[in-house]
């Protein structure tokens, strides 16, 4: 972010950055659930802002619902970040990782945001492996292979007890 040189590029990158992870969230949400079941929506957007994202949906649809968005998100991204107005280098380019839990409804919130936040750490932690060793240039353009030109990472735990000690996180 340093190479963004003038303020404008600034609030630019930073509401460009909003609007994608909302567009991405509203899209991924939509594409699994175009009407409510049993007429409620099954999903609950807790935070949402800037490059930051808690959402609580259904169990079937979430790793697919953040897989949707890791991949979006990149792309759009990186569209934005190396086009006019913001300009960084193509070399410099942009990722995203998420922490999904998968439980019942009645786990304990607090509990599930505790896990997602360590698996959101070992996620972000693998990012920074790949990104050490994979240059941007060995990948095909994002056109090509949305998947192959995507550097984020999801790390996931299915809980099914009541408790659970989390995660050893290093």
Known sequence: LEKISCFKGFRTFARGLDEIVRETTYRALLSHFDKPRQGIAP????????????????AD????IALTIVKEFELKA???AHGKGIGLPEEERLSISAGVVITHDSFPIQAMHALAADLLKKAKGKTGEITARVKWSELPPPNNDAMAATRGTIDFTVV?????????VQ
Not at 61 to 64: F, I, P, Q
Not at 160 to 168: E, F, H, K, R
């Open 78 to 80: 990186n569209t934005m």
């Open 43 to 58: 999903f609950e957007i807790l935070l949402m802002g800037g490059d930051d994202l808690m959402l609580i949906t259904a």
């Open 61 to 64: 649809a979430a790793l697919d």
């Open 160 to 168: 099914t007890a009541a408790a659970t000690a989390g995660l050893d």
